[in-house]
């Protein structure tokens, strides 16, 4: 079946200018999860979604960057007048209900964001 | 707070040779642990995961890790290494803070011929 679709795969803008990078999970899987991987680093926790539940915003960096999840399915992450240390590879995984032990994240191919 | 380290940031081993990639893991209670793989511009692929019984679990592609709470480690080992192996290999920890899950900087491995 489908995997986890993101869109673009790559995307270059110039400081300043606001992006915004979409994830399209698996269908069903109600929990969604949006990571950040700069080169050389791990992965970071951005912000996660569960079902109609209030969004755990904990991760995200400034308030430059925004998520949203539509009708509990596609989800878009913007940030705003981007800087260059955004420039990052930016995941996106769901899961089946967001339990960890038995829910396997199942992550996107990333979009690669490089801010000129 | 959960946290994870990988220690060898780069491991070369030669194709055929034995890998083994570390991993130490800080918890509050129950560690739920997972290996994770990355190809060049893939997303992450589940090698295999963790959360009680027996230490020693088998994942995919003939690897295998082994809990060890003494030691606070979940390294990943195989016993002969394919070409088709060279990748990132992330290690991963849950169950302390809700559903995320926090992963180590990684470790990234390359196969001689």
Redesign the interface.
Known sequence: GAGVSQSPSNKVTEKGKDVELRCDPISGHTALYWYRQSLGQGLEFLIYFQGNSAPDKSGLPSDRFSAERTGGSVSTLTIQRTQQEDSAVYLCASSLDGQVPNSPLHFGNGTRLTVT | AQS?T?PD?HITVSEGASLELRCNYSYGATP?L?W?VQSP??????LL?Y?SGDTLVQGIKGFEAEFKRSQSSFNLRKPSVHWSDAAEY?C?V??DA?????????TRLMVKP
């Open positions: 994870v990988q940031i739920y997972f994770y511009g893939q997303g992450l692929q589940l995961k959360f992330f991963a849950g169950g809700g559903n995320m899950l926090t992963f180590g900087g990684g």
